[in-house]
Structure formats: structure tokens, C-alpha cells
């Protein structure tokens, strides 16, 4: 096997049949230079090319292999003999012999081609959105607008590269609609992602100085703001650490189901974002109605200025009276809740199907994540009333817990929205 021989040989052909080095490269999906070092010898075509190259050419891989034309095929006989291995077994078992890829048809090299091509538009894709995500937590620094604008040029680029190479290997005769919609999901999570990113952004920015401690109201004696600090946690409420730390690896759940969505979506793969959006909105409007009712008790039983100053066991009691209507509340939204669920699988069960079932279950995933999460977006206190006469306490609207709430909601969203679009339509 000789480099130069094989490069004058695919010259020759090449020469034969009115093409140019860039034409026979566009048709094997590799550069010029490549052809150009084959025909003066400096290299050798890659195993994989060898099948369409040949065929290309009009030539056999041993004529490709040799550098030279067959004037004759030996017979038979003589090639079994010559090419079997001395324990048996095919030809690609001998010592030096091409791999099983050097026989690939030139549909099934296209075809391994598109793939590779689709798992480095896998690959880039991941690292963006995990990049945006990572973006999240450096909110107070000057330079997250210049990381989230960076990671926007890689993954254009790498978008603007994919859809060329999807050109191409369409030119060439493939079916290129499952790539096309592979890209469009990754177009659309790397998108809501950023946007939802951009805009935390802006609104810090914008009203960095609210969520400091903005004093929005004042009611008595208690004042309503925003806080951007600590979240309520305390022994009596365990089960919030969960909230604040499901975050990290539930990105990476929905990062993995992306890539697993992405590799084993079919051109029937379907999408139903509104089934799993819209139940989130019961269990907000719920949340909302938990919180109003706590605030209420509180406002309904604080003392008055001029009153007599409560003792230590008057504000446990204030303290238990709000954490009683609270689960109070959280009681009856549960139980409208679970009827929604309810009517929704009997409206799943009598259109057969034409109401999603995935939209009761993700009802259900959202109440566990809003309905007992009060106390890690709304605090209320009272203890300074029992110790200070003039006291004025708090009832604050946590951002950093909301946003951990929204966050968990959205992966969860995320990750049934994925692993709904790995079904296939019904026939």
C-alpha cells in the first residue's frame, strides 16, 4: 500500500471524470486540503472514506488500496483461499485488516456522519445551558451580562455551524428532519433559559435597591418589603433545606433528559408544553391564598400601639395562631386541588386521551412544591412584640426563596416536557 500511488490513482480518476478537488471534497464532507494531500502522497483517506470514495471514483477499495486498476478479478477460489484467516472467522479478523467501518455502504457513512455532527451540536448545546445556569449565581456582579452574551455567540455559532453541515449532508440526498428538530429543542430550551436569565438580570439591576429591604408598605406595626437575604430556615421546618439545595441536582436531571430526549427523538416526536405549563396556575393562586390568610391572622392579632405589651406566651400563641391559619388554608387548597386532579384524569379517561394525563400529574407535582413552601417566601414575625414595647416587625416577601420555588417548578416542567417528547404519536 503505497500513499503515492493511491493519491496519483484518485488524481487520475478524479481527472477522468471532470471534477475538482473541492467538488470531490464537498461530496465526502471534508476539505480540499484533505484531497489535496491524498494526490501527492502526504497522507492516506481516512477507513470510514474509503467505500464512497471508491464508489465515487468508480473504482474498488482494493483497486483504492493497491493505487492501481485490476485488469482482471482473481478467481474466487484464490481470494477465499488468500483472504481467510488461519482460524477461521471473516477477513476483518486478520491482523491488519480494515475495520468493519471501511465497509460501510456511502448512505450508512452519511448516515454515521450526520450522527457525529448531531452529538457535537449535543455536546455544545449542554455546555451553554450549563454555562447560563452557572451565570445565575453571579447576579451582583457587573460582568453576568458579558458572560450571558458570550455564551450566546458560542451556541449561535455552533447553531450556524450545525445548519450548514445539515445543508450539505441535504444536498447530498439525506433526510435531514429529525436533526432540524433535534436543533429547534435545543433552540428552545437554550432560549427560555437565557431570556429568563436576561431578564433576573435586569430586574437586579433595575431594582437592586428594592430587594435590599425596600420598605413597601407600612401597616401598623408591622411593615411589608421585598428581602433578597437568608431564607427561613429553622429546625421546626427541616424539609426547606430540600427546597434550597434540589435546585443543582434537578439542573442536572433536566440537563441529562435534554441530552437523552435529543438522541432518541424521532421525526413523531411531539411536544405539549400548555399541558404542562397551565397547571402550575392553580397551586401559584393557591400559594397566594396560603400567605393572604397567615398575613391576615397576623394583622388581626398583633397589638395596637398603646396597648398593653403582650407577655412571652401572648406571642407563642400569635405565633400559633398564624401557623394555624396557614394550615388552614393549605388544607382547603389541597383538597381543590386534588378535585382539579380529579377532573382532569376523568376528562383523560372519557376523551380518551385528548386531555393529557401528564397535565393531573404535573397538578400534583406542582402543589407539593408550592402549597407548604409559605414560610420560605412570606415570613411573618412576632417575636419582638413580647420583648420590646414599641416593636415593629415584619412581614417579608423572600425573593431568594420565590425564585428557589419558580426554579424548582420550571425543572420540573422541564423535565416532564422532556420526557413527554421521547413518546411517539399514537397510529
Same mark, same amino acid.
Given at each position: 500500500?503505497?500513499?503515492?500511488?493511491?493519491? @496519483?490513482?484518485?488524481?487520475?480518476?478524479?481527472?477522468?471524470? /471532470?471534477?475538482?478537488? =473541492?467538488?470531490?471534497?464537498?461530496?465526502?464532507?471534508?476539505?480540499? =486540503?484533505?484531497?489535496?494531500?491524498?494526490?501527492?502522497?502526504?497522507?492516506?483517506?481516512?477507513?470510514?472514506?474509503?467505500?464512497?470514495?471508491?464508489?465515487?471514483?468508480?473504482?474498488?477499495?482494493?483497486?483504492?488500496?493497491?493505487?492501481?486498476?485490476?485488469?482482471?478479478?482473481?478467481?474466487?477460489?484464490?481470494?477465499?483461499?488468500?483472504?481467510?484467516?488461519?482460524?477461521?472467522?471473516?477477513?476483518?479478523?486478520?491482523?491488519?485488516?480494515?475495520?468493519?467501518?471501511?465497509?460501510?455502504?456511502?448512505?450508512?457513512?452519511?448516515?454515521?456522519?450526520?450522527?457525529?455532527?448531531?452529538? =457535537?451540536?449535543?455536546?455544545?448545546?449542554?455546555?451553554?445551558?450549563?454555562?447560563?445556569?452557572?451565570?445565575?449565581?453571579?447576579? /451582583?456582579?457587573?460582568?453576568?451580562?458579558?458572560?450571558?452574551?458570550?455564551?450566546?455567540?458560542?451556541?449561535?455559532?455552533? #447553531?450556524?455551524?450545525?445548519? =450548514?453541515?445539515?445543508?450539505?449532508?441535504?444536498?447530498?440526498?439525506?433526510?435531514?428532519?429529525?436533526?432540524? #428538530?433535534?436543533?429547534?429543542? @435545543?433552540?428552545?430550551? %437554550?432560549?427560555?433559559?437565557?431570556?429568563?436569565?436576561?431578564?433576573?438580570?435586569?430586574?437586579?439591576?433595575? %431594582?437592586?435597591?428594592?430587594?435590599?429591604?425596600?420598605?413597601?408598605?407600612?401597616?401598623?406595626?408591622?411593615?411589608?418589603?421585598?428581602?433578597?437575604?437568608?431564607?427561613?430556615?429553622?429546625?421546626?421546618?427541616?424539609?426547606?433545606?430540600?427546597?434550597?439545595? @434540589?435546585?443543582?441536582?434537578?439542573? +442536572?436531571?433536566?440537563?441529562?433528559? %435534554?441530552?437523552? @430526549?435529543? #438522541?432518541?427523538?424521532?421525526?413523531?416526536?411531539?411536544?405539549?408544553?400548555?399541558?404542562? !405549563?397551565?397547571?402550575?396556575?392553580?397551586?401559584?393562586?393557591?400559594?397566594?391564598?396560603?400567605?393572604?390568610?397567615? !398575613?391576615?391572622?397576623?394583622?388581626?392579632?398583633?397589638?395596637? %400601639?398603646?396597648?398593653?405589651?403582650?407577655?412571652?406566651?401572648?406571642?407563642?400563641?400569635?405565633?400559633?395562631?398564624?401557623?394555624?391559619?396557614?394550615?388552614? &388554608?393549605?388544607?382547603?387548597?389541597?383538597?381543590?386541588?386534588?378535585?382539579?386532579?380529579? !377532573?382532569?384524569?376523568?376528562?383523560?379517561?372519557?376523551?380518551?386521551?385528548?386531555?393529557?394525563?401528564?397535565?393531573?400529574?404535573?397538578? !400534583?407535582?406542582?402543589?407539593?412544591?408550592?402549597?407548604?413552601?409559605?414560610?420560605?417566601?412570606?415570613?411573618?414575625?412576632?417575636?419582638?412584640? &413580647?420583648?420590646?414595647?414599641?416593636?415593629?416587625?415584619?412581614?417579608?416577601?423572600?425573593?431568594?426563596?420565590?425564585?428557589? +420555588?419558580?426554579?424548582?417548578?420550571?425543572?420540573?416542567?422541564?423535565?416532564?416536557?422532556?420526557?413527554?417528547?421521547?413518546?411517539?404519536?399514537?397510529?
Amino acid at each position: 500500500m503505497d500513499a503515492r500511488n493511491t493519491g @496519483a490513482l484518485i488524481a487520475q480518476r478524479r481527472k477522468a471524470l /471532470g471534477l475538482t478537488q =473541492k467538488q470531490l471534497a464537498e461530496r465526502l464532507l471534508i476539505s480540499d =486540503k484533505a484531497v489535496s494531500k491524498w494526490e501527492v502522497g502526504a497522507s492516506y483517506p481516512e477507513v470510514t472514506l474509503l467505500p464512497p470514495l471508491a464508489q465515487i471514483l468508480g473504482l474498488t477499495v482494493d483497486e483504492l488500496l493497491a493505487g492501481a486498476v485490476h485488469e482482471s478479478a482473481p478467481p474466487a477460489e484464490e481470494t477465499t483461499q488468500n483472504d481467510a484467516p488461519p482460524d477461521g472467522g471473516s477477513p476483518q479478523d486478520k491482523p491488519g485488516a480494515p475495520s468493519l467501518e471501511a465497509f460501510l455502504t456511502p448512505q450508512q457513512y452519511l448516515a454515521d456522519r450526520l450522527g457525529s455532527t448531531d452529538d =457535537k451540536m449535543l455536546l455544545a448545546a449542554v455546555v451553554c445551558i450549563l454555562a447560563e445556569v452557572y451565570c445565575s449565581n453571579l447576579f /451582583g456582579q457587573t460582568t453576568v451580562l458579558r458572560n450571558l452574551v458570550i455564551v450566546l455567540v458560542v451556541y449561535v455559532a455552533f #447553531r450556524v455551524w450545525h445548519g =450548514k453541515q445539515c445543508d450539505r449532508f441535504a444536498a447530498l440526498g439525506m433526510d435531514t428532519a429529525v436533526s432540524c #428538530r433535534r436543533v429547534c429543542m @435545543a433552540d428552545r430550551l %437554550f432560549g427560555v433559559i437565557w431570556v429568563f436569565e436576561l431578564l433576573m438580570w435586569g430586574l437586579v439591576n433595575r %431594582f437592586g435597591w428594592m430587594v435590599t429591604g425596600y420598605e413597601l408598605a407600612k401597616l401598623d406595626r408591622y411593615s411589608v418589603l421585598f428581602s433578597a437575604g437568608d431564607m427561613n430556615l429553622n429546625s421546626h421546618q427541616p424539609w426547606l433545606l430540600f427546597y434550597v439545595m @434540589a435546585s443543582v441536582p434537578l439542573v +442536572l436531571i433536566l440537563v441529562a433528559l %435534554f441530552a437523552l @430526549a435529543y #438522541r432518541r427523538m424521532t421525526a413523531e416526536t411531539r411536544f405539549r408544553p400548555l399541558a404542562v !405549563a397551565l397547571p402550575v396556575l392553580p397551586t401559584l393562586i393557591g400559594a397566594v391564598v396560603i400567605g393572604w390568610q397567615r !398575613a391576615q391572622t397576623a394583622l388581626a392579632q398583633m397589638p395596637q %400601639f398603646g396597648d398593653p405589651q403582650p407577655n412571652v406566651s401572648e406571642g407563642e400563641a400569635m405565633g400559633r395562631a398564624i401557623d394555624a391559619a396557614g394550615y388552614h &388554608a393549605l388544607i382547603g387548597a389541597a383538597i381543590v386541588t386534588a378535585v382539579l386532579a380529579v !377532573a382532569v384524569l376523568v376528562l383523560w379517561r372519557i376523551t380518551h386521551g385528548r386531555v393529557p394525563l401528564v397535565s393531573a400529574i404535573m397538578l !400534583a407535582v406542582y402543589a407539593v412544591i408550592w402549597l407548604p413552601s409559605g414560610a420560605l417566601w412570606l415570613d411573618i414575625g412576632y417575636e419582638g412584640f &413580647a420583648e420590646q414595647p414599641y416593636a415593629v416587625e415584619n412581614i417579608t416577601i423572600q425573593l431568594g426563596g420565590l425564585i428557589t +420555588l419558580l426554579v424548582l417548578a420550571a425543572l420540573c416542567a422541564g423535565i416532564a416536557l422532556f420526557v413527554g417528547s421521547l413518546r411517539r404519536k399514537k397510529a
